[in-house]
């Protein structure tokens, strides 16, 4: 019985660790590199664009809106507009209005409202 102890531990040892991806830049994380399919890169083509185009934004957001939980405003140098972002999104992070941040997700479209992004990931760049 100890020897098949022994030889269970040694085989414990000799598995290797599983762990998640590291980038560049070291620190656990996902992937770290060009996105694609991104088709509006600023404010100004993310209103121009379709209902549900995939969109990657760099600015800021400067204020939360009156009366929601999850609705912002966000600015880069070409315009403004509202970006819907669930609070799982900041995973805990604080974002102020001088924080610089990457938002990536997709144009929402209502037909009676105005244009919207709604935020799948935000990266916090300062």
Known sequence: MRYL???????????????????????????????????ADTVKKALDASDDTPVMLTGNITERQAGSDDKYLFKDSTGQVVVDIDHKVFAGRTVTPQTRVRLSGKVDKDLMGPTEVDVKILEVLQ
């Open 5 to 39: 102890l022994s030889f269970l531990f040694a085989l414990l040892l000799a598995v290797p660790a599983q762990a998640a991806f590291e980038g560049p830049g070291g620190g656990a994380g996902g992937f770290q590199g060009p996105t694609s399919g991104v088709q």
